[in-house]
């Protein structure tokens, strides 16, 4: 009922908001009567030139769904090792109107898909790979996810979204710090694998020149604006049918994968119910499975609200600490254990977030020293990653999305469809590919997890908002592997804490993910109480960085947004 109430305020508040948000002029950062508060409509993604699409989007009438798309597809572009029409995603969606007055939130599946092919024992006599080439290219849901949430949820015509990433992709973009370090690292994987500079050529010539990229140079790959320009006109069909269908086929069945025509044709996303729950005095909703972000980031605050961490302050100290990586410990035992697509396994989902389960979890908690790792998770239920990208909207209605999208490890599978100028995920090595291994993540996965056809793998992708009794409060997730669920967890603490949205994100982090039995830190992080960890039995180790956050934070009448610094980007707005 208060909900209600406030969200038809917030609606209000937001048309009377949207009378003093036309007009001309360039989108900046600078807001109306505060510095760095935007009042129309802002955007963060971990790129400036997708903000910027996005944003421009919103400035043109389009909702926070059509920014959401347009942002997406130009990230496809500028974020080529991050993202991209190859690969696939999670959106949660919140309308102030959902069509009857009453507020609206919505998760969006558009996950990849494992191609009929493909059964729980394809990788495990170790010939074929799960991470590079035509073998770890599952069936890509970006394109149908986002014509499914702009045919549902927007407002502008498809083509007018489109056309900014088209713009970018016959332009090109100049590569950042972050697009030149990631180069440096994949680069350095080339000169070990001499082959694949023929095998993956236009990652190696185009995207890497040759070994040779540097801060500045002009990356290009307009032929993406042909597959794009077919998008604007046909829709999905653009994508999952005709010549870029074939090329797809082609490209991963002479690559040595077993992708068909009707595994494109049959693509669909799924709308799904978000997952929430009331920790520390908010409402948190975030992705349900497959992905496990939602689920494992709230059963680690509920746990950690229930062994009494004090989320009213920035905490620093080592009790604190130890709460945060003990609570983390259970909440990813559990997402080893129990997690896997629910279209095809039983996910306790409500089990795991149970006050009995939480409270059984935190009274497990020794105060004094961390445990061996058998002792983590329920028993019964009541991979370092570039290649993610997370972005949030808001628009002057008080509209948002929370995006997170991703082709897996850096450029994907590295196998490209070089006549439309993208490349293809690796997403297959999500799933449990050898029993008894982990992934490229060090993700240890239980056979839940294990490849089916049309099954989705299990996703730390962690699209997140917060209400409080206000309304909505942040829009937040981000990208790196398992370090989504930790990063995006420390970023809200923070923010809920009263940091400033980079404050918030500039804070440094802490990682645990329960298996490998290592607490990561970034530098700087828990300075002084590093030492009382170790003597707790915390194995420490160092980390240059825990997941690449954007956050917008609701501030006075306006939205205070940061991307992260770690990659580089830069929000938009006005
Ligand atoms: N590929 C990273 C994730 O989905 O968690």
Redesign the pocket.
């Known amino acids: 009922m208060l909900r209600r109430g406030l969200a038809m305020l917030l609606a209000l508040l937001g048309a009377l908001v949207l009378c003093g948000c036309s007009g001309g002029g360039e989108l900046s950062m600078r807001g109306v009567s505060e510095p760095g508060i935007l009042r129309c409509g802002v955007v963060a993604a971990d790129h400036e030139l997708a903000s910027r699409a996005g944003a421009g989007v919103l400035k043109a009438g389009g909702n926070a769904v059509d920014a959401a798309v347009a942002t997406s597809l130009a990230l496809s572009v500028v974020r080529p090792d991050s993202c991209g029409i190859g690969g696939g995603g999670f959106m949660i969606v919140r309308l102030v109107d959902g069509g009857d007055g009453r507020e609206f939130i919505t998760a969006i599946d558009y996950r990849e898909t494992a191609p009929a092919g493909v059964g729980p024992d394809y990788y495990t006599n170790g010939t074929r790979s799960s991470t590079r080439g035509g073998t770890a290219v599952a069936v890509p849901g970006t394109v149908a996810g986002l014509v499914y949430a702009h045919q549902r949820y927007g407002k502008l015509p498809l083509a007018s979204v489109v056309q900014p990433a088209i713009d970018l992709a016959e332009r090109g973009f100049a590569a950042d710090a972050h697009y030149a370090a990631m180069s440096a690292d994949l680069i350095k994987k080339f000169e070990k694998n001499p082959g694949w500079k023929h095998r993956f050529a236009f990652v190696w010539q185009r995207m890497l020149r040759g070994g040779q990229v540097r801060v500045g140079d002009v990356i290009v790959a307009p032929e993406q604006a042909a597959v794009l320009r077919l998008i604007a006109r046909q829709g999905r069909a653009g994508f999952y049918e005709g010549d870029v269908a074939r090329q797809i086929v082609h490209a991963v069945r002479k690559d040595g994968g077993d992708l068909s025509l009707d595994d494109l044709r049959r693509y669909q996303p799924r709308e799904l119910e978000p997952v929430r729950a009331t920790v520390f005095g908010r409402t948190f909703v975030g992705m349900p499975p497959p992905?496990s972000g939602g689920v494992t980031m709230l059963e680690a605050l509920r746990i950690m609200e229930a062994a009494g961490y004090d989320a009213g302050r920035l905490c620093d100290d080592a009790a604190s600490a130890h709460i945060m990586v003990e609570a983390l410990k259970h909440a990813f035992a559990d997402r080893a254990r129990w997690f896997g697509d629910p279209g095809f396994v039983d996910v306790p989902v409500e089990g795991l977030l149970s006050d009995r389960n939480v409270r059984a979890r935190a009274g497990s908690i020794d105060l004094a020293q961390t445990q061996a790792p058998q002792s983590y998770g329920s028993a019964e239920p009541m991979s370092d990653?570039h290649?993610?990208s997370h972005f949030s909207v808001v628009d002057a209605a008080g509209n948002a999305v929370a995006c997170t999208e991703?082709i897996?490890l850096e450029f994907g599978s590295l196998l490209s469809i070089d006549a439309y100028g993208f490349v293809l995920n690796n997403?297959m090595d999500?799933f449990l590919t050898v029993r008894g291994e982990p992934n490229a993540f060090g993700l240890v996965q239980g056979e839940r997890n294990l490849p089916a056809p049309g099954k989705r793998p299990l996703?730390?992708?962690s699209p997140t908002l917060v209400f409080d009794e206000q309304g909505l409060l942040l829009v937040v997730g981000g990208s790196g592997?398992?370090r989504?669920i930790t990063g995006t967890m420390q970023v809200i603490l923070n923010a809920l804490a009263g940091a400033s949205a980079q404050e918030a994100l500039a804070r440094p982090r802490v990682h645990h993910q329960w298996m490998p039995d290592r607490l990561e830190l970034e530098p700087g992080a828990l300075g002084d109480a590093r030492g009382d960890l170790e003597a707790m039995g915390h194995e420490l180790g160092e980390r240059s960085e825990i997941g690449n956050v954007q956050i917008i934070l609701r501030r006075g009448q306006g939205w205070e947004a940061a991307s992260d610094p770690r990659k580089g980007g830069k929000p938009a707005g006005f």
Do not use: F, L, Q, R
């Open positions: 992905s990653d290649g993610t991703t897996n997403e999500d996703s730390s992708m592997g398992p989504i």
